[in-house]
């Protein structure tokens, strides 16, 4: 089993920034693949940006050139940096986790086992 945490959200204005943290405990070979996704209310959940152990990185095409994730291994922790933040990234953001490389196909909630209780970001105008 793996339990995951998210913590770091918050309220900020346009253009801010936020560095969201997910902590990962229990059966370390259970999160080879981190994600974080994003659910707005009314909309369906959204695959944000994905880290494999061996720390390659893909983006959602809405995120590129200001989310950032990254993975400390020695913490068992992987966040999210955003940037340059827009009221449309207002969202419950979550952590997720599974033991397979997926890479893009990560993007897909379904294909991941574990996931956090969420953390929410509100970005006003």
């Known amino acids: 089993q793996v339990q995951l945490v998210e913590s770091g959200g918050g309220s900020v204005q346009s253009g801010g920034s936020l560095r969201l943290s997910c902590a990962a405990s229990?059966?370390?070979?259970?999160?080879?693949?981190m994600a974080w996704f994003r659910q707005a209310p009314g909309k369906e959940r959204e695959g944000v940006a994905v880290i494999s152990r061996d720390s390659r990185r893909f983006y959602a095409d809405s995120v590129k050139g200001r989310f950032t994730i990254s993975l400390d291994n020695a913490e068992n922790k992987v966040y999210l940096q955003m940037n340059n933040l827009k009221p449309e990234d207002t969202a419950m953001y979550y952590c997720a986790s599974d033991s397979r490389t997926c890479g893009t196909a990560c993007f897909n909630p379904r294909l991941l086992a574990y996931w956090g209780q969420g953390t929410q970001v509100t970005v006003s105008s």
């Open positions: 229990g059966d370390r070979s259970l999160w080879f693949s």
